[in-house]
């Protein structure tokens, strides 16, 4: 046991397992969140008939800035809080813009690009968290963490081939804007989360969530009443739409409340390799919710 211990720690640069342990966890349960939004997604639209993404993430936001700013103003005092927003409000901006894009363009793309499509262009996501970590954030990969990288690009390879296979892939739309909408909300996201990185190693957690949640009410606000309004005004509050409506919302703030820490603990390339895994566990759901079938495939691709 001793001498795997230091073979493990030689090849990863002497990294602590009781750390590599705690991420690996902080990770795969980030990833059943991702898996759950995406469960509670798909019933939301079958119940109201239409994608409402605007509306969904601006409960999160808020949400977050109701549980977060009152805790921030707390544990620094409004003095500090309002000194540190005035040096970094750009970069709060920022990380919150990119988010609520990101978010909105993810949930559009499935409307109209098909479903191999979609799940080809949003690891997008991981190849460029990387190239802005290399050169925004200075970070430097080692042998064994980029074949990590492709490894799980090639996991995620083997579960769409057992969705094709399956015949789970539905026609396009309008593939080039589904197509289009996917790429920049990979990209959003892949800039949100490494701004979210740089902000949290130098701020605590509390105060990057209640400005994101502060920010992203405002832009994500402002959008929803341009885009969604009269879509708004039209949806029935059937018991079914508010729940998982208050379930989407529940999990997204777990997600972006533990998010940070795994920023700070690891980095913003882990935990989009993390996330990987979500289209597996979506399966175990689809299996027991929806009868769908699993085949030896998905367990290489896990």
């Not at 969904?56 to 977060?68: D, G, H, R, T």
């Not at 396009?172 to 902000?199: H, R």
């Not at 701020?203 to 920010?215: I, K, M, N, S």
């Not at 997204?252 to 913003?268: E, G, H, K, N």
Request: aromatic fraction near 16%; include cysteine.
């Amino acid at each position: 046991m001793a001498s795997a211990l230091s073979v493990f720690q030689r090849l990863t640069g002497g990294t602590d397992w009781r750390h590599f342990v705690l991420i690996l966890l902080l990770g795969q349960l980030l990833s059943l969140c991702i898996t759950s939004t995406s469960v509670l997604s798909n019933k939301l639209a079958e119940y109201q008939n239409v994608t409402l993404p605007n509306f969904q993430s601006f409960l999160v936001y808020a949400l977050l800035f109701v549980v977060y700013m009152p805790l921030t103003l707390y544990r620094l005092g409004p003095r500090k809080v309002w000194a540190n927003i005035k040096r970094r409000f750009p970069w709060y901006i920022f990380m919150a813009a990119v988010d609520v894009e990101g978010n909105y363009f993810v949930i559009k793309a499935y409307s109209y690009t098909s479903l191999l499509s979609c799940m080809l262009l949003d690891t997008w996501t991981l190849p460029c968290v990387v190239i802005l970590s290399y050169f925004l954030l200075r970070a430097r990969y080692r042998w064994m963490q980029i074949l990590g990288v492709l490894l799980c690009l090639g996991g995620m390879g083997l579960l769409i081939k057992g969705d094709m296979d399956a015949g789970k892939n539905y026609k396009a739309v309008d593939a080039v804007k589904g197509d289009i909408f996917m790429l920049i909300g990979a990209t959003c996201y892949a800039l949100s989360n490494t701004t979210e990185e740089f902000i949290v190693r130098k701020r605590p957690q509390y105060e990057t969530v209640a400005w994101l949640g502060f920010f992203g009410t405002i832009i994500n606000g402002v959008q929803m009443g341009i885009i969604e309004h009269d879509r708004l005004s039209k949806l029935v509050w059937t018991k079914e739409v508010v729940g998982y409506t208050i379930g989407f919302d529940l999990v997204m703030f777990v997600l972006y409340t533990i998010a940070p820490f795994l920023f700070r603990l690891s980095s913003a390339t882990f935990y989009n390799l993390s996330i990987l895994t979500s289209d597996f566990y979506g399966l175990i759901f689809a299996k027991y919710m929806f009868h769908d079938t699993i085949t030896a495939i998905y367990g290489g691709a896990f």
